[in-house]
């Protein structure tokens, strides 16, 4: 694989390498020309890279791409020198402010929920992409690990634990994902009532949108769930498809969950786009094998929602943080969560 990602980046080509939770396995798809293929519905097998806001996806199709399969190469060292997780340059009242007028909406009853965001710019070495990709892979090996470059759509790299959903056949699984807590034993978290609402109201709206496109759904009780540094609570739900052509139907019923955008899904999304202050692009979009599994077609999907990501251009990435927000949110207590969750990014650096 390491040649043809050589001739990729060399020749400015398009290309996706990736590798599933818990798995060993890398898998590469080299686009053969710089063409830029997009689609507003999924239909074909291919790998889809979807932004959070507008129907058009970017999409390889596996008969234009040379696939590759490897193990991963855990041969890789971490940096001594670490970044600070709080950036000077970053503008905290505009994101306390942010919050603020958040609340304030939902204590006026036009949203219950929205997930709120910040961008930040940190300076990074132009050589070094590929140890950052290894790094992502040795340090989260239950997320989903991702670097994908398309000439006419950019750099991303990132490590999402979040599952959009997962189709084999007519089976569907998918998770509820919220609240977030720093690293801590497990034995011991104790979870607030604003967490706790925020992943009821995650886990209700995803129940919802399963129901029109699926019959015999079951779910667990929530639990408590590490990812990389960051803990959370999770719930996982299962269901069966009443119809095999409504796979589809559920991604577009499901994107963007709560755990990105809010709910309900438009009011939240419309607070997004109209105060936030910068254009989201593909963070809190949805990426993964779409009718396609490792190397192979297949009636198969496995889609994962992008976060925990950046956007590389040069010597500069940008990082995409977000948190929940509620009517008992803490606007202060918001902007230091987006702090820790800058860790995970900031760490491979």
């Known amino acids: 694989m390491n040649e043809l990602l050589v001739k990729a980046l060399s020749e400015n080509l398009p290309f996706v390498i990736y590798r599933k939770p818990n798995d060993i396995n ?35 199709y596996p008969d234009e791409c040379q696939l590759d399969q490897d193990t991963q190469n855990f041969d890789i060292d971490f940096s001594e020198e670490e970044l600070s997780m709080e950036n000077s340059n970053v503008d905290k009242s505009f994101h306390i402010q942010l919050v603020s007028k958040g609340i304030e909406a939902i204590k006026n009853d036009s949203i219950k929920k929205v997930v709120l965001s910040r961008k930040e710019e940190v300076s ?37 634990p979040e599952q959009l959903v997962k189709i084999e056949h007519n089976k569907v699984q998918t998770v509820a994902l919220a609240g977030t807590m720093v690293d801590s034993d497990l034995n011991d978290v104790v979870w607030g009532d604003k967490e706790i609402k925020e992943q009821q109201i995650v886990t209700k709206f ?22 990389g540094s960051l803990i959370h609570i999770k719930t996982d739900i299962q269901a069966e498809l009443s119809n095999k052509e409504n796979g589809y ?24 786009v109209e105060n936030e202050g910068y254009n989201r692009e593909f963070y809190g979009g949805y990426l993964g094998e779409w ?40 606007p202060e207590s918001e902007y230091y969560e987006t702090v820790n969750k800058s860790k995970t990014v900031k760490s491979i650096l």
Not at 38 to 46: A, D, F, I, R
Not at 217 to 223: A, D, F, I, M, N
Not at 299 to 321: G, H, Q, T
């Open 124 to 160: 990074i070495n132009e050589n070094s992409y590929e140890i950052y990709f290894k790094r992502f892979l040795k340090k989260y090996p239950t997320a989903f690990v991702y670097w994908f470059y398309h000439p006419k759509v950019g750099m991303w790299m990132g490590a999402t």
């Open 291 to 330: 009718k396609f599994n490792n190397l192979d077609y297949s009636d198969n999907s496995n889609l994962f929602v992008n976060l925990r990501c950046m956007k590389i251009e040069k010597s500069k990435a940008y990082l995409f943080l977000g948190g929940g927000v509620n009517k008992d949110s803490d």
């Open 26 to 60: 890398r898998f590469g798809w080299f686009q053969s020309d710089n063409q830029l293929n997009t689609v507003n519905e999924l239909t074909k097998s291919c790998f889809v890279f979807a932004p959070f806001s507008g129907e058009e996806k970017v999409v390889f």
């Open 249 to 272: 139907k559920v991604v577009k019923a499901l994107h963007p969950t709560p755990a990105l955008c809010g709910f309900p899904k438009k009011a939240a999304h419309d607070f997004i």
């Open 206 to 227: 995803i129940v919802d949108a399963l129901q029109p496109f699926t019959e015999n759904l079951q779910k667990t009780e929530p639990y408590t769930f590490k990812a």
